[in-house]
């Protein structure tokens, strides 16, 4: 039988699950709220359906959820809609997934959190995140895992884009770490839990490096051969609510359950790593248009 994930929100991170999935054999149907989107996801043959707005998604025959849609202050448009349907439901799915964030840790000032440290977000955000994570595991008899993402990126979303624009800064505020993950990185943990369910589980997605945010840049300065941007100073810089938000919350993010229960090896430990693949990638793509 033809195993089918039913992605909702099916952005950055569920586009590259859904690739290696579909050499798979499987079926991905993905919801998106705009048509222009819809027909972009239908394109890497996956199915497509317009979510919030004219089309229900379909779950007859649904194997796999797949939650990446974002909360708000009024809880978890999935749930929201469509709970009492997952919930009567439950025993159809092998697995659900949950993108959440590690933003739910809060603040450490740059100490090291893993999956057991208490969740005291500090952001409005991280708040919403934390409450769409209980929703989802109080829906009895539902398989939840439960993925805690760091900042992500790969390709077509990185420093090297601000670089080449000239929007890239090093903001600087003393102590602020980052941990990271990239997207091709996110697909793999996200299919060993798939071929390794544990109802229950909770797992940090992240690579092994935190750094301070103005070193990723600088390093792909570098790698770019174009100067590295000057520093500016946090309480001088103007930045969206939004970003200004992201550097409230400084911690490490430890990974070692992806490695230890999930048998996890990551393609790109480092940002390092990543940042030299990815710009060989450009590179070679560039060649091959070219010739």
Known sequence: MVKTLLSFGHGFSAQALAGPLLAEGWQVIGTTRSAEKARAIRDTGAGAVIWPGPDTPPLDGVSHLLISAGPDEDGDPVLRSLGGEIARRADQFEWVGYLSTTGVYGNHDGGWVDETTPLTPTTRRGKWRKAAEEAWQAVPGLPV???????????????????????????????????????????????????????????????????????????????????????????????????????????????????????????????????????????????????
């Open 145 to 291: 895992h439960i993925f805690r993402l760091a900042g992500i990126y790969g390709p077509g979303r990185g420093p090297f884009q601000k670089l080449r624009n000239g929007s890239a800064r090093r903001v600087i505020k003393p102590g602020q770490v980052f941990s990271r993950i990239h997207v091709e990185d996110i697909a793999q943990v996200l299919q060993a839990s798939i071929a390794r369910p544990d109802p229950g589980a909770v797992y940090n997605l992240c690579d092994d490096d935190p750094a301070p945010p103005q070193d990723v840049i600088g390093y792909a300065a570098e790698l770019l051969g174009v100067p590295v941007p000057p520093e500016v100073p946090f309480d001088e810089a103007e930045m969206s609510p939004m970003a200004r938000s992201f550097y409230s919350d400084s911690k490490r993010v430890r990974n070692d359950r992806i490695k230890n229960e999930l048998g996890v090896v990551l393609r790109y430990p480092t940002y390092r790593a990543a940042l030299q693949a990815m710009l060989a990638a450009e590179e070679a793509l560039s060649r091959s248009q070219s010739s």
